[in-house]
Every structure is written in structure tokens, then in C-alpha cells.
């Protein structure tokens, strides 16, 4: 279209996308394997680093998440109410147990080595994969919740639910009996993305209606005083109005703390959350942002560009998956200017 | 035959003999003289040998005719031969008896060779024909009508002809060639004609009428050929003209599409000229695409963003220079000849400046006053400070010539109090004066220049301030001493009468508050101070006793409100918002800072619709349009759902506690602002009474994410 300004590659576009929306990408914490999961009932896995698809693995339903096991194996939560184990190698994927409802998300402890399930069902539920196939031997424990759970997010031991009617729970791994915290998200709508901080001492929440919290936990909260607020994103003014979009998801940087927040607009954001500011703006998808994803030495950053059904059932892009290489400039935290030194 | 003849001359002399015999006869008779018979025999011998003489001649010339005859129908033969390239007729002729039937036998030949060789004359002059049309049309020469083909009769071989032949092969291949040629010249100049929007009828017509025929037989003569590559690099020429015009136009409207962020509506018009910006020649291809009109249209849209940028400019020249403006006069520097009459927007109208330039000047301008204010702060406050402290010694002096001043009427004790704290405020002018002139005079020394407030020198107000003060000093010294002499009489009265008792000055703040009906004289005070505070941005931090006041005036305020003093706390409130909102444009400012990447205008409605609004909004519609609706409306109920007013308010009261404890219904947009950004959270008894609103919102409303939706989960 437009010359105006050559857009700076997106990044690399991944061959073979999924056929259909992309509900979640995550890079393996051990290499630069990316696992995708779509609305096209399969999970596919590629090889970022060289644009390869190593593995599709077929579901009976819409895949609604995933997440890596280790490097040869990953799980899958589906809309058929299924949540599934699959073996790369062999291709080969058992049934772990079954929701009541569609599974929404589903997470992988490394610490506690078991998977936890989030369903519409009102139900959490853990799962240890280590023991054999069939539900009655893998099935730790169910929790139920207040509402359909909508998002998952872990880090350590700490778990936090966030679920419809923005209702936020945060649970202790070990003692999964009695949620640690019980909260309401101080956003206005409903929750679109929940994302712990990489050290553990509190979460980020994102909204439909593109504003962003930093919530500290309650057991955290001595440490840092300011441990909330909120901001907006992924507005757009135009004419007389606002056109707010949701923010679809947030990747927390590990080091620096700095995040990408990316949403139905189709920008990708990076955001210094400490000094609230926006370091940098990637240039425009061709639609909405499912998903995104670092790699874990932060060189890479998956971009999953693929409509998310915002606006219901309409003509789209084509999904895509981008990946691109991270610049240290754009995500490190400048430092802070103080206009007037302070008198 | 020979027998014929040898009898025909047998009988000749038997009739000549036996005609002798009759003459020898008859002379006997007569008895002619032998001499006479000797002459008249001499004679008749003489006579016949005479006679055939003759005939004998005559045969040797007709004999000498047939042989030229003969010789000349060969030599021709042999010509014709030889021209023909055939080979001399060695179909020679049968043996002949005699030269006639020689002759006879020759000239069907000859005339068969004649026969052919106009044949091959004719063969020679149609081709000659052709290959002369042919390279007079290339050649571009007109025909002359009556000029005869000359052939070379010598030589009519078939080789010649032959040669002959491929010369036209060839002639009329080049001509094919040559059509093609033109047929291509013809569709670039076409193609051409269209990008450029010319008349290709016209301009292939001024070349040569026949080009224009589409299917006609075209002019294919060097000439034409000439000029139609002379006319296609003419119009390449005008297409490469005017394509780095069109290119440099479009770079020009991407670089100001680029400054002015235009919406994309208006760069839709234009996105056909502004995609070729990097295009070469060949590649631009649309027709009209390089047409007068359509640069013209590009130029006029240049145009018009350039006025408007200018117009923009403008707008941003005239702001920066209220800014400087407002921040000389907050600094209390004269704008000398910072704004000089060279910088002002007739000039920059007229071209005389460059806005740019202005705009860079005016940019420097602001930083070096803001270094400038940056070092002159300190002094600035002091200067602030004492300005004040003036303002309440003039006020004391005032207040002090009142007689009236120790009458007991309404709020006469806050006087009372307030002139107390004026009188330690004057005491220390002084000591401030004096820190003020070292500071000053550090800060010329320091900077080489005077130290202007307002336009003056302050150190020549400060001396003046302080040779008026000594003036004072010594008038009070003059009345004291009068005082002394009256007080030395007052004391032997009192030695009388017993002294008098010192009023009580002490006053208690919790008893001011609750008693402070405050007279209008107190209001207007406070007022004042408040307004010598509010510029100073730090208020709190320099002045924490009026920022007290200023607490405990809400606090009054509210306690009036509670208490129904209407017509008075009618009154106050209005003040008090006004005050705050004075206050209020600080925060906001910072709040913008916050959020300076979501540009976001401050007052715009979308904080105010975030705010009334519910969380629960029916994702299934479009969103935005329903946001659209709310903001337009935000009190009535939608037939979306939403719920109704009253649950809207209390939801919003108990989700967030109100920092300001009053409710201003004028300026929502900007207390709520803050609010939004620092979200305090929710105490737990405020979110138990939450949910079991929420509660019964769900049984009205039950909410969805876009997943649910697309997969078709709905709870039944």
C-alpha cells in the first residue's frame, strides 16, 4: 500500500501458519521451539530459528492453549473438553483427563511438576503427567472457582486465576486448598491477559478495553510502596472518538521487567513499567495480536498475528506467525531524566 | 533436276543451232556478205553473253542477300543467347541443302527467342518495378508516375533474376520488418500518450496521416521511422520530466501526510501517485497517470497541505510564543527583544522568515529562558516571599491606622491573628531583604549581567525597598520617641489608675474552626493568600500551614454542608471546586505525562465514559459502537442491556473511593483523571457489598470473552 514508510520488517514469517485463529505461541524454555495452538484443531510445532514446522498434531476440537512439557513432549488444553499430553517424537498424544466444559488454559510447573488446567467448567484442576495414562491416575485435585476461568499465569509456585466477573485468585502451588489471595481487578472490564512478574511479587492484568494494571502481591506489597496502578494502551484517537482495543496479551521481559503488550489494534508495545513509558512501538500487524511470546534468551520475540474474533465472525488477514529478533535498545529501561534536578 | 537443266540448255542450243541454221539459210539465199554475216553473229553473241551476265548477277545478289539475312537472324539468336545466359544455340540446325531453306528453318527460331526474351523482360520490369516501390517507400520518395523501368536488355539472365528476386525477398522483408517497427513506435507512443493523458490520434497524425489507420497499410519510410523515435524520445523526455515532478510532488505529500498525520481517507485519494515515488520510468504505466491534470491535482494538494502546514505553523508559532510569553512573565523576565518584530507571523505570512526558522528561534528562545528561569528560581521564590511579606506590612500599616481595629465585631479575633503573624512576618522583610541582595548580587557576579525583575534591576528595588524602610525606621523612631514622652505621662497616670490588661492573643484553632462563619472581610483574606500561594507550585512543601488552612477549610466546608448553612456554604463551595480546580491542571498535566505515548486528549470524553460506565458490557455487540452510544448518553438506559442509573452510581462509588470528598458535577472529566490512574484498591467491605451487587448485575447481564463466543459456549 503506502510507501510512506517502508514498515520495518515485522520479522520473519514463519511458513506453514495455522489454517486458522492462533490461540496461543510459546517458546520453549530450552531452545528456540515454538508451539502454536489453533482454532484449526491443531497444535503445530516449529523451529524459529529455522523457519521449519517439526511436528502438527491433530485434536478433535479447537485448541484454546498449550504449553511445553520439556523439549520433547507439551500439553494442550482444547475445546473439546480434553487436555492432552503429546509427544513430539513419536507423535503421540494421550488424553491426561477431561474438563466438563472446554478447557480455556492450561500451565506447566516446573516446580511442583504438575499441569494446571483452567476450564469454563468453574474448575482448576491439576494434573501430574508423570503417571500413567487415563484420568484416575494422573487427576490430583480439582478447585472450583467463582467463574468460567479465562487465564492462567505461574511463576515458581505462584499461581494466579483470573476468571470472569474479574475476579482474580492467586494460589500457593503447595497449598492449593485455600487461594492465597482473593481479588477483584481494579480494571473496569474484563480480564484479557494475566502475566506474574518474572520474579514473582506481583501480576499484570490487561483488559478489553486496552487498559493495563501492575498489581504487587498483598505478601509482596512491603516492598515496594506504589505497588499498583494502572494505565492505558492501545487506544487510538480518531476524530471525535476513542477507540479503545483490547489488549490481547502482555510478555514480560525477564530481566528488565520492561513488557510487550499487544493487542486488536495490531501493535506490539514495549513498555517500561517502572518509569511508565513507552519505549518502543514495532510497526503495525496486518491484524490483531493473539499472542507473543520471548524466546528464553530474549533474542526472540513470536508475534502471533491472527484475528481473535474481536468483532465476531468477519473477513480477516490471514493468520500469520512472526518472529522476530530483539533489540537490546528496545527493551531496556532508559534512565530516568529528571527535567529540573531536583532543588 | 541437273538433267532438267542440262536439257533445258540442250534444247536452248538446238534452238539456237537450228535458228542459226535457218539464218545460214536465209543469208544464202540472199547472199549476204560474209563480212556482215561475221558482225551480225559478233552481235547476237555479244547480246546473249550480255544477257546472261546479267542473270547471273542477279542470282549472286539474291544469294548474297540470304546468306546477310541468315548471318544476322544468328547473330541476334546467339545475342539473344548470350543475354538470356543460355547457351548459344547449339540446337543448330539440321543440315541444309541450300541457304533458303536455311533461312527458313532459322527464323522460327529467332522469333522464338525474341518471343522469350520480351517474356523475360517483362519478368525483369515487374520486379524491377516492385523492388522500385519498395525502396521508394522506405526511402520515403513520392512515385514518379512515367518513369519507366529502365532494364539492361544486355542481361536478362535467370541469375540476374534470380538476384533480383531475393532483393526484393529482402526489400520486402525490411518493409514487414519496418511495419513492425512502426506498429511497436506506434504502441509506445500510445502507451506513452496515455500515461501523459495527450491525444494519441493527434500526435501520430502530425507525424504521418496514414499512421493513424489502424488497420490501413502504414507509412513505413525512414522519415517516418525517424520521427516517431524522435517523437517517442520527446514524449520519454516529457514522461521523465514530468514523472520526477509527479515524484517529487508525491515526496512531498508523504513528507507532509508524515508531519501532519493525515488520515488515511484523504492519503486513499493519492495512494496511486505516492506508491510510484520510487518507481523508474518504465513502471509507471497507469494511463493519465502522468497527465497535466493529474499533476496538476497532486500539485494542488501539495499546495494545500503546505498552507495547511503553514497554517499549522502558525498555530504552533503562536503557541510557543504564548508559552515563552506566559513563561517570562511567570519568571518575571522581559521578553526584550526576544520577540521581535522580525519574528512575527506577518513576516512569516509574507516569506520574509522561514516558520521553521521561527520556530527554531522561538525553541532556543524557550530553552535559554528556561535555563534562565532554572537559575532564577531561588531567587524568584525569595523574591515571591517577600513580595508577600510586603504586601502584609502594608496590610498591618493599614490594618494599624484602623482606630476601629480592637472592636469586637464578627471575626475580629482572625484580624487580631492574622496581624499578628503579618507583624512576624514583617519582622523578618529584613533579614530577607539582605538574603535576597547577597543572593542577587552572588548571582550577577556569578553571571556578569543585572538581575531584571519586571524589566528593573532588582537590586535597585531592593535598595529602594530599603532606604523606604530606613525612612520608616526613622519616622517610627520619631514616634516612638514622641510615644516615649506620651508614655512617660500615660505611666504617671497609670501609677494613678492601675495598668491595663494586654488582650489575649492566643487564639485556639479548633474553636476558629468551628465558629468560622468567617466575615467577608476573612473570605476575601483568605482568598488572597490562597492566590499569593497558587502559582507557586511546591505549595505544599514551602508553605505547610496554609496548606493546612487549606485542608481544614474542606473540612469546614463539608461540616457547613452537613450542617445546612445554605445560602453561606452555597457560597463557599462554589469557591472551594473553583479553588480546587485552579489546583487541578498540575495534576492533570502529570497525568498526560503518564500516559504521553496513549495520546489522549485530557478532557476528551473517554475517562469521563470510562468512568460511568459498568463493567459489564455485552462484548457480543459491537463494542464500541456501544461506548459510542454510552458516552453520547451515558446516564439512559441502552437497550443493550446495560444497567440501569442507579446500580451505575452505586457501583461507582463503592469501586472507587473518592479522594476528593466533594462531588464536582462541572469538571468530571478531570477530577476523575487521577483517580484513574492511581487506583487504590478496593477495601474489602466495599468489594463484599460489590458482589452482591455483582450478583444480581449477573442474572441481568452474563459476560463472555471472545473466545466463549467464537467457540459457542454459552451458559444456559
Not at chain 1, 331 to 336: A, L, Y
Not at chain 2, 708 to 714: H, N, P
Request: glycine letters at 6%; charged letters at 25%; aromatic letters at 6%.
Amino acid at each position: 500500500m503506502t510507501s510512506v514508510h517502508p514498515p520495518a520488517a515485522p520479522g520473519r514469517e514463519l511458513s506453514n501458519p495455522p489454517t486458522d485463529g492462533i490461540s496461543n505461541l510459546r517458546f520453549s524454555n530450552h531452545s528456540d521451539h515454538l508451539l502454536v495452538s489453533s482454532w484449526d484443531k491443531t497444535v503445530r510445532l516449529y523451529d524459529a530459528s529455522a523457519n521449519s514446522l517439526r511436528g502438527e498434531f491433530m485434536h478433535g476440537g479447537p485448541v484454546l492453549d498449550c504449553c511445553f512439557h520439556d523439549d520433547s513432549s507439551g500439553f494442550s488444553a482444547s475445546a473439546d473438553n480434553t487436555v492432552r499430553r503429546i509427544v513430539f517424537s513419536y507423535g503421540k498424544e494421550d488424553i491426561l483427563g477431561r474438563h466438563d466444559a472446554p478447557v480455556r488454559c492450561i500451565e506447566y510447573s516446573y516446580a511442583a511438576g504438575q499441569v494446571i488446567t483452567g476450564s469454563w467448567d468453574k474448575t482448576l484442576k491439576c494434573w501430574d503427567p508423570r503417571g500413567a495414562s487415563g484420568q484416575e491416575r494422573t487427576f490430583v485435585g480439582t478447585y472450583p472457582q467463582p467463574e468460567r476461568v479465562y487465564l492462567l499465569s505461574l511463576v515458581g509456585n505462584r499461581l494466579v486465576v483470573a476468571t470472569a466477573g474479574r475476579h482474580v485468585n492467586v494460589y500457593d502451588l503447595q497449598k492449593m486448598s485455600q487461594p492465597e489471595e482473593r481479588r477483584e481487578s481494579s480494571l473496569k472490564y474484563q480480564t484479557r491477559c494475566v502475566r506474574c512478574y518474572p520474579n514473582g511479587t506481583g501480576y499484570a492484568l490487561s483488559s478489553v478495553e486496552g487498559e493495563l494494571q501492575w498489581s504487587s502481591l498483598i505478601s509482596q506489597r512491603p516492598v515496594k510502596p506504589k505497588s499498583m496502578y494502572a494505565f492505558k494502551c492501545c487506544r487510538k484517537s480518531q476524530a471525535e472518538l476513542d477507540i479503545v482495543y483490547p489488549v490481547n496479551a502482555i510478555a514480560l521481559h525477564p530481566v528488565y521487567g520492561t513488557f510487550a503488550t499487544r493487542g486488536c489494534d495490531g501493535f506490539v508495545n514495549m513498555w517500561d513499567g517502572n518509569n511508565k513509558k513507552r519505549l518502543y512501538q514495532y510497526s503495525k500487524y496486518p491484524t490483531s495480536i493473539a499472542a507473543l511470546s520471548f524466546s528464553r534468551d530474549v533474542r526472540l520475540l513470536a508475534v502471533a498475528s491472527s484475528y481473535t474474533f474481536e468483532e465476531g465472525d468477519k473477513p480477516h488477514e490471514p493468520d500469520a506467525i512472526f518472529v522476530r529478533s530483539v533489540n537490546e535498545i528496545e527493551v531496556k529501561p532508559k534512565p530516568k531524566v529528571y527535567p529540573n534536578p531536583p532543588a | 533436276m541437273l538433267n532438267q537443266y542440262s536439257e533445258q540448255f540442250e534444247r536452248i542450243e538446238t534452238t539456237c543451232g537450228s535458228l542459226l541454221c535457218e539464218l545460214q539459210k536465209i543469208w544464202d539465199e540472199v547472199g549476204e556478205v560474209d563480212g556482215q554475216r561475221d558482225t551480225i553473229l559478233f552481235e547476237l553473241e555479244q547480246e546473249c553473253l550480255k544477257l546472261y551476265m546479267k542473270k547471273v548477277d542477279e542470282a549472286k545478289e539474291c544469294r548474297t542477300k540470304l546468306q546477310r539475312d541468315i548471318a544476322i537472324a544468328k547473330a541476334e539468336i546467339s545475342d539473344i543467347c548470350i543475354s538470356m545466359g543460355e547457351n548459344s544455340v547449339n540446337h543448330v540446325l539440321k543440315p541444309v541443302r541450300n541457304l533458303k531453306e536455311e533461312l527458313e528453318t532459322i527464323s522460327p527460331l529467332l522469333e522464338d527467342m525474341r518471343r522469350k526474351k520480351v517474356e523475360r523482360i517483362n519478368q525483369y520490369v515487374g520486379v524491377v518495378e516492385q523492388i522500385q516501390k519498395l525502396s521508394n517507400e522506405i526511402l520515403g520518395v513520392k512515385e514518379q508516375n512515367g518513369n519507366k523501368v529502365l532494364v539492361d536488355e544486355t542481361n536478362l539472365s535467370l541469375r540476374r533474376l534470380e538476384e533480383l528476386h531475393t532483393e526484393l525477398h529482402e526489400l520486402q522483408n525490411e518493409k514487414i520488418n519496418r511495419l513492425n517497427q512502426v506498429q511497436d513506435h506506434i504502441n509506445t507512443i500510445n502507451s506513452l500518450c496515455t500515461v501523459l493523458g495527450m491525444d494519441f490520434k493527434q500526435t501520430v497524425c502530425r507525424i504521418h496521416p496514414t499512421l493513424d489507420d489502424l488497420n490501413g497499410e502504414k507509412d513505413a519510410s525512414n522519415n517516418t521511422i525517424a520521427r516517431l523515435a524522435a517523437q517517442i524520445q520527446s514524449l520519454q523526455e516529457l514522461k521523465i520530466k514530468r514523472m520526477q515532478k509527479i515524484q517529487d510532488l508525491a515526496s512531498a505529500l508523504l513528507e507532509l501526510w508524515h508531519l501532519m498525520d493525515t488520515p488515511v481517507e484523504e492519503q486513499q485519494v493519492f495512494l496511486n501517485v505516492t506508491c510510484k515515488i520510487a518507481a523508474s520510468e518504465p513502471e509507471i504505466t497507469e494511463p493519465n497517470m502522468l497527465s497535466i491534470d493529474c499533476i496538476k491535482n497532486v500539485e494542488e494538494e501539495v499546495s494545500r497541505l503546505q498552507r495547511l502546514k503553514i497554517s499549522r505553523m502558525k498555530e504552533i508559532v503562536l503557541k510557543k510564543k504564548v508559552e515563552l510569553e506566559d513563561m517570562c512573565r511567570r519568571t518575571h523576565m522581559v521578553m526584550e527583544a526576544l520577540i521581535s518584530a522580525d519574528y512575527s507571523i506577518e513576516a512569516m505570512e509574507s516569506g520574509a522568515i522561514d516558520p521553521l526558522y521561527l520556530l527554531e528561534q522561538i525553541d532556543l528562545q524557550i530553552s535559554k529562558v528556561r535555563v534562565e528561569a532554572f537559575s532564577r528560581k531561588e531567587i524568584l521564590e525569595k523574591v515571591e516571599k517577600w513580595l508577600a511579606a510586603c504586601e502584609d506590612e502594608s496590610w498591618l500599616e493599614e490594618y494599624i491606622r484602623d482606630d476601629n481595629r480592637y472592636n469586637a465585631g464578627r471575626g475580629a479575633h482572625l484580624t487580631l491573628k492574622r496581624a499578628e503573624k503579618a507583624r512576624a512576618v514583617v519582622n523578618k522583610i529584613p533579614a530577607m531583604v539582605e538574603v535576597l541582595t547577597l543572593k542577587t548580587t552572588a548571582w550577577e557576579k556569578e553571571r556578569g549581567t543585572e538581575f531584571l525583575y519586571d524589566g528593573g534591576r532588582l537590586l535597585s528595588v531592593l535598595e529602594d525597598y530599603s532606604s523606604l524602610r530606613q525612612g520608616k525606621e526613622l519616622e517610627r523612631q520619631r514616634q516612638r520617641d514622641q510615644k516615649k514622652l506620651h508614655g512617660q505621662l500615660i505611666a504617671e497616670q497609670e501609677a494613678l489608675y492601675g495598668s491595663k490588661p494586654s488582650p489575649s492573643i492566643s487564639g485556639k484553632k479548633a474553636s476558629r474552626t468551628s465558629t468560622a462563619a468567617a466575615s467577608n472581610r476573612k473570605l476575601s483574606l483568605g482568598g488572597a493568600m490562597l492566590q499569593q500561594v497558587k502559582p507557586e507550585k511546591l505549595a505544599s512543601r514551602l508553605h505547610p500551614s496554609k496548606k493546612a488552612d487549606y485542608l481544614n477549610e474542606n473540612s469546614l466546608v463539608n461540616h457547613q454542608r452537613s450542617s445546612g448553612f445554605a445560602t453561606h456554604s452555597g457560597r463557599r463551595s462554589s469557591e472551594v471546586s473553583g479553588r480546587v480546580v485552579k489546583k487541578q491542571p498540575p495534576v492533570t498535566a502529570k497525568v498526560r505525562g503518564i500516559e504521553s505515548s496513549a495520546v489522549r486528549k485530557p478532557l476528551s470524553p473517554v475517562s469521563f465514559a470510562v468512568n460511568s460506565n459498568t463493567d459489564i458490557v455485552n462484548f457480543i455487540e459491537d463494542q464500541k459502537k456501544v461506548q459510542n452510544r454510552q458516552r453520547l448518553d451515558p446516564g439512559c438506559k441502552t437497550p443493550t442491556g446495560m444497567p440501569s442509573k442507579p446500580s451505575l452510581i452505586g457501583n461507582d462509588e463503592n469501586r472507587t473511593p473518592k479522594a476528593m470528598p466533594i462531588p464536582m458535577p462541572t469538571t468530571p472529566s478531570t477530577v476523575s483523571a487521577p483517580m484513574l490512574m492511581e487506583m487504590t484498591p478496593a477495601t474489602p467491605a466495599t468489594s463484599g457489598a460489590y458482589k452482591v451487587e455483582r450478583i444480581v448485575e449477573q442474572v441481568q447481564q452474563i459476560e463472555y470473552s471472545f473466545e466463549e463466543v467464537r467457540a459457542g459456549f454459552f451458559l444456559s
